[in-house]
């Protein structure tokens, strides 16, 4: 199988030396990358600035803004049977950024920001991708309930949720607990480290382009 990957936090430029941007490690991405590559699939890696090494085998395009990613995501998803989104991309960012760096001038300062475009739902009714779609759904309550709202929202086959009000585990952290969201049922995962994570998904991701094309 080819398999897409989005991973990391993406930049948005508020002057040519600062932005707005999240704590994602791109940790999560980077192991599904890895797992795909391992079990001897294809896998294009777009990825925001981390601090990781590109997993062995792995097609490698970094990116920096959420515009950035969603510009190499409709460029190389027809190339790919299943797309992974699991970046942490910025939700907004600064509707104009400055071309020169700013100075402090004044004693406060308001930065206006825009939504940024929707990779994930764009997905489908934008790109008109049509294997298996996985998305990712970080949340501090009620995980089930808004990942369900998102797998319908967006069109996923499979949403992999996590609750990030937890210390232990999620962003930063080397280790995970996830809940998978399919359209007919949920499945807790026990907490494992994210490589053997990534290898589940990977596993179900299959499970899931097999059966769509055995379908048509
Ligand atoms: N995502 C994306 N493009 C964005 C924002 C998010 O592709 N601009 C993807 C993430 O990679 C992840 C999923 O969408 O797979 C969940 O992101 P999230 O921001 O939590 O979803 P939203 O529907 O934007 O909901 P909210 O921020 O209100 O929780």
Known sequence: ??????????????????????????????????????????????SGPTA?????????????????????????IHQCDIAILCAAVADYRPIDPAKQ????????????????????????????????LIGFAAETNDVEVYARGKLERKK????????VSRHDIGF???????????PDRSEPLPKASKEHIALEIIERACIIQHNKTTKK
């Open 1 to 46: 199988m080819r398999f897409l990957i989005t991973a990391g936090p993406t930049r948005e430029a508020i002057d040519p030396v600062r932005y707005i941007s999240n704590k994602s490690s791109g940790k999560m991405g980077y192991a599904l990358a890895g797992a795909a590559a391992h079990e001897g699939h294809r896998a294009i890696l777009i």
């Open 52 to 76: 990781l090494d590109i997993p062995p085998g792995v097609d490698f395009l970094p990116v920096e803004s959420a515009q950035e990613m969603y510009e190499a995501v409709e460029r190389y």
């Open 101 to 132: 760096k700013i100075k402090k001038n004044s004693d406060t300062m308001v930065i206006e920001l825009e939504k940024t475009p929707d990779i994930l739902g764009s997905v489908r009714d934008v790109f008109q991708f049509e294997g298996a």
């Open 156 to 163: 996923c086959d499979l949403i992999v949720a996590n609750d």
């Open 172 to 182: 930063d952290s080397s280790q995970n607990e996830v809940t998978l969201i399919f």
